[in-house]
């Protein structure tokens, strides 16, 4: 089970927003930069400001806008005629550099450290290398697993949120950490083991 099922019903809803960004000649390739470099931008402004909690607000909101982003980069390139090999790697390159930017603040916000949210983002990188290794063998890219993109989002967006209202986070919540950085080693297992 993995928030990513309900895509399909997500991009329904976006699919008259990107039709009028094709009619004003809005390319995929300019959508997925353009989440990425606003993932940069917001990920580094958080990590330079830690103990201000409030802004960590803008995470939440963010990653449903890139989402949705995300959803529309999609939509356009394959019903519009966009897909192109180059697409094909900045979807899953800046995919990764964005979220490795929009974990990063956490870092620098107790109880986590630079280990716990290292190895995160590390294992998110890893499960979406091993996602994709499923399409480079003739499986298809793999999306499942208890910790996938969107989950991840879900989760980070929610710690974001709590943090912003509460101006701290608990300590046993390092734990959580540790034991979400179980669930992406398990990610990886699992999308190893269907793209077999």
């Known amino acids: 089970m993995s928030i990513y099922a309900l895509k399909p019903k997500f991009q329904n809803l976006l699919r008259p927003l990107v039709r009028k960004l094709f009619a004003r000649g809005v390319t995929a390739n300019q959508v997925t930069l353009c989440a990425c470099a606003i993932s940069i931008v917001l ?31 999609g939509m356009l390139a394959r019903e519009f005629g966009q897909k192109s090999a180059l697409g094909g790697y900045l979807n899953e390159t800046t995919d990764v550099i964005a979220d490795a930017a929009l974990y990063l603040p956490f ?9 716990s949210v ?6 998110a ?3 979406e290398f091993c996602g994709v290794l499923g399409a480079v063998h003739g499986n298809g890219r793999r999306y499942d697993g208890p910790l996938g993109k969107s989950d991840r989002a879900f989760v980070i ?5 709590y943090y912003a209202l509460a101006g701290s986070l608990p ?18 297992i699992q999308r190893i083991r269907h793209g077999l």
């Open 118 to 123: 290292g190895v995160f983002i590390y294992l």
């Open 107 to 115: 870092a620098f916000v107790a109880p986590f450290g630079a280990l």
């Open 157 to 161: 967006g929610s710690l974001a949120f």
């Open 43 to 73: 990920g580094i402004a958080l990590a330079l400001a830690p103990t201000h909690a409030p802004l960590f607000m803008l995470l939440p909101l963010w990653f449903f806008l890139r989402m949705a982003l995300n959803a529309m980069d």
């Open 125 to 127: 990188a890893l499960s």
């Open 171 to 188: 300590g046993w919540l390092n734990v959580t950490l540790w034991l979400l950085n179980i669930l992406l080693a398990l990610t990886c």
